[in-house]
């Protein structure tokens, strides 16, 4: 029997591929969303700022979020002093009806065809306060099905065709393609369902003037690479889709030949393939290549307890540079505190918060298909059902996977780890 996988087939609902600390989960049914007026780029941006800080935040009693003008204009890059400007965009999102996942078949869309995402907005004390529709709040604060939109990449774009394409396609990322639209109805996505339209009535037209710009704008200033895809009936184009491609980092850039070898040594020890290609790219193979060495030669110490976590033990000795001195004394077990140094507790509660907040970091930076391996790993082991991991997860059940994550890839802290870690409160380098 296969083994049952934690999130639905296709995506991932719980945790986000890639996630960077300036993202947000978009739902599909605005991504795929056909305005009915013209939706500038600023407010395009200024509707993602709003969702963003929709998800992050809690509205009032009555159902009201605010934003600082001033924080707005940060989250999406308006540098200009035009401060009227913005507020006047801000309240034309007010009056702008969508029509919702547009590419979705009829039998499985959201029962209204169109209505207004911000009915109500209004701007005071140089802060702007909004509601979400009350029809599709559910659906914008808890997405199942959404595409990941990183606020930094949002704000590179000048072109609002260029931001409405990108989202389209990042929604397809895992895939690979983009689902086939015909093209007048790829157009009202991306420019509205309005008379002004006029102008593209033929499709060439709208490539040269829209698509085209907008494409290559995606492949300089985004982190995805798309490529247009026309089938024709006769020779006529009918519909469209994309071909999607996340562009590869220094992270994980495949390594060359002469670090192959030991990415496939490291990887064996437990870590993940994506994280060695993370630590090939910071650290010198060389470097690599000792702290590899001095775990192996601790893995072989038969005058030593067994190593229950290789790849945790790997991860401090290249941190703490331990092998550089060929056989230094095993620094990852415990020592004595010195009397006098006794900490308290909270030094310690502190330092598993810290590893807790890491350990989300770390899991948003792993593939798709690795962080998919250690839930399943960590549902094998969990025994109590509503800590789980599902499609549903609570926050509770979260915060338990990621402690349990932070065993898995660091291990229990040594007494030089909490000491160390007491001493950068006590001078600031972090808060308890």
Not at 212 to 239: D, F
Not at 396 to 404: E, P, S, V
Request: hydrophobic letters at 40%; a neutral charge; one cysteine or more.
């Amino acid at each position: 029997m296969p083994k049952q996988r934690f999130v639905p087939e296709g995506q991932l609902s719980l945790f986000a591929t890639r996630e960077t600390p300036d993202a947000f989960r978009k739902a599909v049914q605005v991504v795929h969303s056909k305005p009915k007026s013209p939706l500038s780029l600023l407010h395009r941006k200024i509707g993602n700022a709003w969702l963003k800080h929709a998800m992050e935040t809690q509205p009032n009693a009555d159902g009201w979020w605010e934003l600082g003008i001033k924080k707005l204009a940060a989250n999406i890059g308006f540098d200009s002093n035009n401060r009227q400007y913005l507020k006047e965009s801000a309240e034309a999102l007010m009056h702008v009806v969508f029509e919702w996942d547009v590419i979705a078949p009829a039998d499985k869309r959201v029962q209204w065809k169109a209505s207004v995402l911000f009915p109500e907005i209004e701007i005071r004390n140089d802060a702007v306060r909004y509601q979400i529709s009350s029809q599709m709040r559910e659906y914008m604060i808890n997405p199942e099905i959404y595409a990941m939109i990183d606020m930094n990449v949002v704000r590179r774009f000048r072109r609002a065709s260029s931001l409405a394409i990108w989202e389209f396609c990042v929604r397809f990322e895992r895939i690979g393609k983009t689902a086939e639209v015909e093209w007048r109805a790829f157009r009202d996505i991306v420019l509205g369902d309005t008379p002004e339209n006029s102008t593209y009535l033929e499709y060439k037209y709208f490539k040269s003037k829209v698509v085209n710009p907008a494409v290559a704008e995606i492949n300089s200033e985004s982190n995805h690479t798309i490529a247009l895809i026309e089938e024709k009936i006769g020779k006529r184009v009918s519909t469209i889709r994309f071909d999607v491609d996340r562009k590869a980092s220094p992270a994980t850039a495949l390594p060359d030949d002469s670090q192959k070898e030991i990415l496939l040594d490291i990887v064996a020890l437990g870590v993940p393939q994506s994280e060695t290609r993370r630590l090939l790219a910071t650290h010198t193979p060389e470097r690599c290549r000792e702290a590899l060495d001095y775990t192996r030669r601790r893995m072989a110490d038969a005058n030593l307890l067994r190593l229950a976590k290789p790849a945790a033990y790997f991860r401090q000795a290249l941190n703490h540079r331990y092998g550089d001195d060929g056989a230094a004394n095993d620094k990852s077990q415990p020592t004595a505190a010195a009397p006098g140094t006794a900490r308290p507790i909270d030094i310690k509660e502190a330092y598993a918060a810290r590893q807790l907040n890491q350990a989300e970091h770390y899991f948003r930076e792993l593939s798709a298909d690795e962080q998919i391996d250690l839930a399943e790993r960590y549902n094998t082991g969990q025994g109590v059902p509503a800590l789980r991991l599902d499609s549903k997860a609570t926050r509770l059940a979260q915060t338990a996977f990621f402690r349990w994550l932070a065993q898995e890839t660091w291990g229990e802290p040594s007494s030089e780890e909490l000491l160390e870690f007491a001493q950068d409160i006590l001078t600031g380098r972090h808060s308890a």
